[in-house]
């Protein structure tokens, strides 16, 4: 895999886990008794769906109860700006800045003495005619 590549996957990464990161959810689940019923996040949960004659056990028990689990997501992202940075920090962003624009500058064009010669007009090639070729 070439470093473009790692470097697409590396960064859809980083973007998936701080959208993740900064998202809130619940989760919702249902128990009857001791067992799990269902597990929903977007969705609400389905109630207990059991036959007839353990439906009638269930209720002297009333052993159903739905739980939440509630998953904060991060409130506080630190964020600065250029008035929080130093002399020296200003100084090294604008050096790097700089350095990395002239890194593509383009090299001076070059001289080409011949560029506007045309060959003469051959009406017959030579070497083919008298048979004759450099090996």
């Given at each position: 895999m070439n470093q473009k590549g790692v470097h697409k996957i590396l960064s859809l990464a980083m973007a998936i886990l701080l959208l993740l990161s900064t998202n809130s959810f619940?989760?919702?689940?249902?128990?009857?008794?001791?067992?799990?019923?269902?597990?929903?996040?977007?969705?609400?949960?389905?109630?207990?769906?059991?036959?007839?004659?353990?439906?009638?056990?269930?209720?002297?028990k009333s052993c159903c109860e739905n739980e939440l689990e509630i998953v904060k997501g991060q409130d506080k992202l630190k964020k600065t700006s250029s008035?929080?940075?130093?002399?020296?920090?200003?100084?090294?962003?604008?050096?790097?800045?700089?350095s990395y624009i002239n890194l593509f500058e383009g090299l001076p064009e070059q001289v080409i003495p011949h560029k506007d010669y045309s060959p003469p007009i051959l009406v017959t090639d030579i070497q083919v005619l008298n048979q004759v070729f450099t090996i």
């Open positions: 619940i989760l919702e689940k249902h128990f009857c008794g001791d067992v799990l019923i269902d597990t929903s996040i977007f969705s609400k949960v389905n109630s207990c769906d059991v036959d007839e004659t353990s439906k009638a056990a269930l209720e002297k008035e929080d940075l130093q002399i020296d920090q200003h100084f090294l962003i604008t050096t790097f800045i700089f």
